[in-house]
């Protein structure tokens, strides 16, 4: 991605004044959850936060948005930020069907039939989870008393589309015409066929969230899990999951690929069993839902840490700066959703 003119603020001023807090800070948590703090966007090339907050921002606003106006759940949320994942390994980076540049990795690993498979299971729980969910369950308990509102109004959600998709266009040329190069890839055009298959899906995803929006929320009677554990579990599943993110750059990674697939899956459906069963009682509150992001969160901010004496030195300070600034930014939420504070 890189930095052009921002159209950001004109995408926002449409939003009535007691909404333009919850928007703006969505659309900043989105890539800075997602990218700052899992350290894939370092302090060397901040510039680029402004077109993942077009992308990732803009796109997890508006999946927040469909929740709320078909009154949906949280199974919903997750599918829909599936798509907002599709879109991006399919259409606008394309980095899940184009053969991977990355320096050390086994870019022929899990690629079969034009398919990344590896590095596109990874990213749909990494996209799905800390770009979409988990930012937006952060900004809803940031500002409780309007999170069963549509932040958007029509215009709003016309003007969010066209910075979204000028957005897409940014990280488009900026990774396959600039970025893709400078590492030595090859040009890449996508088969007509890769492009329809992930429009198809997109398409399904969007309907079939629209579809099951009854299905999720806390509705059943019973004890849920402790807080504490919701944390713990959250914080140990997703750090798990970086794994399947790095298998790629590992001197010996499982074999076959098939395998780390089948647990990748499995360690997924492990996740949703868990957190749907937990979430469908009435027990269920914000303590716990505050517990499960900062745990999804650390899990997402532990991964660098192995490879970070590697880093710039640059890059070593703004990651620590950050992670100390999230603990902040926790710290307080916690405080304040335990003492019911909006």
């Not at 930012?135 to 809803?140: D, L, N, Q, S």
């Not at 890839?185 to 399904?204: E, F, K, N």
Request: glycine share 10%; hydrophobic share 55%.
């Amino acid at each position: 991605m890189i930095a052009e003119a921002n159209p950001l603020p004109v995408a926002l001023v449409e939003a009535k004044p007691r909404f333009r807090g919850p928007i703006w800070t969505l659309v900043f948590l989105a890539p800075v959850i997602a990218e700052v703090l899992s350290g894939s966007t370092r302090t060397s090339i901040l510039f680029v936060l402004l077109p993942e907050m077009m992308v990732w921002g803009v796109g997890a606003l508006m999946c927040r948005e469909m929740v709320r106006r078909w009154r949906a759940g949280g199974l919903s949320l997750l599918l829909l930020g599936l798509a907002l994942s599709i879109a991006e390994e399919f259409l606008i980076q394309q980095t899940s069907i184009a053969p991977l540049p990355f320096p050390g990795m086994h870019a022929d690993y899990g690629r079969t039939w034009g398919i990344n498979f590896i590095w596109l299971l990874a990213m749909l729980g990494f996209e799905s989870v800390w770009v979409v969910v988990v930012p937006v369950k952060v900004t809803e308990l940031l500002f409780r008393k309007r999170r069963e509102q549509a932040w958007l109004r029509q215009r709003g959600w016309m003007v969010c589309g066209v910075v979204f998709l000028l957005g897409c266009r940014i990280a488009w040329y900026g990774w396959v015409k600039q970025a893709r190069p400078r590492l030595g890839a090859a040009p890449y055009d996508p088969p007509l066929s890769l492009v329809a298959g992930g429009l198809a899906a997109i398409a399904a995803l969007i309907a079939l969230a629209y579809l099951l929006r009854g299905v999720g929320g806390p509705k059943a009677e019973g004890k849920t899990a402790p807080a504490w554990l919701a944390g713990i579990v959250a914080l140990v599943m997703g750090a798990a999951w970086f794994e399947l993110i790095g298998m790629s750059f590992q001197p010996h990674p499982v074999e076959p690929f098939t395998m780390a697939i089948a647990l990748g899956v499995g360690w997924a459906a492990a996740a949703l069993a868990l957190f749907t069963w937990w979430t469908s009682r009435r027990a269920w509150g914000d303590v716990h839902t505050f517990c499960a992001c900062w745990g999804a969160t650390l899990g997402c901010q532990a991964a660098p840490y192995l490879t970070i004496a590697t880093w710039p030195r640059i890059d070593v300070i703004g990651k620590v700066v950050f992670d100390l600034g999230a603990l902040v930014l926790f710290v307080w939420l916690g405080r304040k959703v335990r003492l019911g504070s909006d």
